[in-house]
């Protein structure tokens, strides 16, 4: 069963800053793409960032381009979202999934519980 468990959330004023952990675990588990969504209410879910295993290829919505940065620790099974420069639009519920297939939206089928992030102005 893979399990993936989003931390680091909360509450900071805007220009701050934030850094999200996912710890991912499953005894067969081996994503070959992982990435963090978000969802504002009633906004559309959005894909920010996306980190392919192959070479760490990564690739980020326009929306948060230049101020987030997604990496990953192999060894430690973790995923990171660095946030800087955060502005009230990024306050949304931040959560982190993983593909085994590509990195296409759809290839998706695990994610974690989610972690909320807000930034006040």
């Known amino acids: 069963q893979v399990q993936l468990v989003e931390s680091g959330g909360g509450s900071v004023q805007s220009g701050g800053s934030l850094r999200l952990s996912c710890s991912t675990s499953?005894?067969?588990?081996?994503?070959?793409?992982m990435a963090w969504f978000r969802q504002a209410p009633g906004k559309e879910r959005e894909r920010i960032a996306y980190i392919a295993s192959f070479r760490g290829v990564t690739d980020y919505a326009d929306s948060v381009k230049g101020r987030f940065t997604i990496s990953r620790d192999n060894a430690q099974n973790m995923m990171f979202l660095q946030m800087n420069s955060l502005k009230p639009e990024d306050t949304a519920a931040y959560s982190c999934?993983?593909?085994?297939?590509?990195?296409?939206?759809?290839?998706?089928?695990?994610w974690g519980q989610g972690t909320q992030v807000t930034v006040s102005s």
């Open positions: 499953g005894d067969t588990y081996r994503p070959n793409c």
């Open positions: 999934e993983a593909s085994t297939a590509g990195c296409h939206r759809s290839d998706f089928s695990y």
